[in-house]
């Protein structure tokens, strides 16, 4: 019985690599599938590509590059990887570039575009597309002009399409986390587009997979302290059966593990209802899965059922939305958190009395209540020995943000006693607003083109 | 009956979505489950944060996997990329979800220790 293994090999844009060399050099992986764009990543890349125009990928894709390229030779093993964010053609020719001085020729490495639209936009309100956010319900208009791009979340599909025509390596840029791991399976069994309960199953691995080291140990909330060996943690493992039932493990001799545990905790991570799992491919219904123990580090997982995939594709848009300034200072025993107190009263009172326009102004005492707010209880003071304070302020303009963090040397000086600074804690940065809205697929799929290149 | 932390009791997750924080919390068996439905609402969730969930709280039930997944909408500041909160992606909410005491009737936390949880 045919049988398709397919390897996580990044869950976001700066991952480490180790983890597939692992699955290229000691497992059987014929797919190792990437998911490089979190929500926020292309806002990212739309900077780098506003510096230069070659740019707009994720630039780590040199790395994947140079590592895994002689397994595709060697092995045959094929790359899925949506690093080509906001501009796949230039992802591609750094591919190419890097194959060409390692000697490695006659891969055929493959993009899919037709993603973004920010050029687009225009012509499908003309046409009239909705572009409101789903969220507020605002206009376009309120916050068209500081667009920073604006991207429809493909499916499969595209990738089938690459993999039909013989592609070694695949590009795309936007894709849902689950498109890259899908795809494959679609290929390798000839899955009919409206088989829904595999399509489901298929969603249900790429789901499982998409953030890396997340199903086998990695941010695990139960036992983590006994979960060995995570300084070399294997990314995940599918052996996958025609029926889309699968086995979940990872590559031998590596670290993490793969419990039912681990993977209950990742099947339902950032899902919302987990009834319908919406994606371009299929709506998959998770309570209907399920996850069993099959062997030290193997879990089985089966079931899943699906229903016909939605006649909208969504589009996430990022704007750029006010700047962020902060500053960092930390309070020693005794009394630490009554001095980081009073310091945070002391720059509020600057910042008003130099009549800086700030819209929120928040603080956080690292150490007691910075990352669990309200429900955290307050310390008895004696026994804190140290706190920092973390001040933010959220303004229209890069220059307002700035004089905050100005204002936090000076307290070494002229504050509480008992002081430290870390270097670099003050920083000034752009935040992004998302916006969401759905489209007609048919107006996002007919302008998708694939392409195929050969290394010369 | 005993007051006991859910950190003695569940698994927890969380994550964000623009300003949507999600935690699944997964019992460690079928009875836990039950009485987790019963004493975990989202009116109690939403108690437990306080300011820092300004919207509804949702829960959907997953028996599959004996979890609750909760949404808690407005409840990053802003959204991962528009927050000044040190933890914007949300990754927190998960931990400290489980300060929250709840009532265990004895039997269902003597089955807890039959089974050698060790937290």
Known sequence: ?456 | MAKVQLKDVVLARSGDKGDTCDISVFAPNEAVYEHLKRVLTPEVVKAHFGPWVQGEVECFEVPNVLALKFLCHGALGGGASSSLRLDNLGKCFGSNLMRLEIDLPDHLLNQLHAGGEDR
Not at chain 1, 53 to 80: E, F, H, W
Not at chain 1, 92 to 117: F, H, S, V, Y
Not at chain 1, 127 to 138: I, K, M, P, Q, Y
Request: with cysteine.
């Open chain 1, 1 to 456: 019985m045919k049988q398709v293994r397919i390897g996580a090999a990044q869950g976001f844009y700066g991952d480490i690599i180790e983890p597939a060399l692992d699955l290229a050099e000691k497992s059987d992986v014929q797919y190792l599938c990437f998911d490089c764009l979190a929500e926020l990543t292309l806002a990212i890349l739309q900077k780098d590509r506003q510096r230069d125009p070659s740019l707009g990928y994720t630039k780590d894709i040199a790395i994947t590059a140079r590592t895994l390229l002689p397994y595709v030779r060697r092995k045959g093993i094929k790359l899925i990887t949506n690093a080509g964010g906001l501009n796949p053609e230039g992802a591609r020719r750094e591919m190419i570039r890097i194959a060409q001085e390692m000697g490695i020729k006659g891969l055929r490495i493959a993009i899919a575009t037709g993603d973004d639209i920010l050029d687009r936009l225009d012509e499908l309100q003309a046409a009239g597309v909705d572009l409101s956010d789903r969220e507020t319900g605002r206009p376009l208009a309120a916050i068209r002009d500081r667009l920073l791009f604006a991207n429809a979340y493909l499916g499969a599909q595209p990738i089938v399409e690459c993999l039909r025509q013989g592609a070694d390596v695949v590009i795309t840029g936007r894709t849902t986390d689950t498109a890259q791991f899908l795809a494959p399976l679609i290929y390798e069994f000839g899955w009919w587009a409206d088989d829904w309960d595999r399509l489901a199953q298929g969603l249900v691995l790429g789901h499982l997979m998409e953030c890396s080291g997340q199903v086998t140990g990695g941010n695990f909330s139960g036992d983590w302290w006994n979960v060995p060996d995570l300084d070399r943690i294997g990314y995940p493992l599918a052996e996958v059966n025609e029926d889309g039932s699968f086995v979940l493990t990872k590559a031998p001799g590596t670290g993490g593990r793969v419990s039912v545990d681990t993977v209950r905790e990742q099947f339902l991570y950032e899902i919302h209802d987990p009834a319908t799992y919406i994606t371009p491919d299929a709506v998959a219904d998770l309570t209907a899965v399920r996850i069993e123990q099959a062997g030290p580090d193997r879990v089985r997982v089966s079931g899943a059922k699906g229903r016909p995939a939605p006649p909208t594709l969504k589009v996430v848009m990022g704007y750029r939305n006010g700047f962020m300034g902060s500053g960092m200072i930390g309070f020693a025993w005794p009394k630490a958190l009554t001095k980081a107190r009073r310091a945070a009263g002391i720059i509020r009172r600057q910042l008003d009395r130099m009549g800086v326009r700030y819209e929120e102004f928040w603080v956080d005492y690292l150490g007691v209540n910075a990352l669990h707010g309200p429900a955290a209880p307050i310390p008895d003071e004696d026994k804190v020995n140290e706190v920092f304070l973390r001040v933010s302020i959220r303004t229209q303009d890069r220059e307002q943000a700035a004089r905050l963090g100005r204002l936090f040397p000076p307290l070494v000086l002229n504050g509480p006693p008992g002081v430290a600074m870390m270097p670099f804690a003050a920083h000034t940065r752009e935040l992004i607003g998302l916006w969401t809205a759905l489209i007609p697929r048919e107006l996002v799929e007919e302008r998708v083109r694939v392409s195929v290149e050969e290394v010369a």
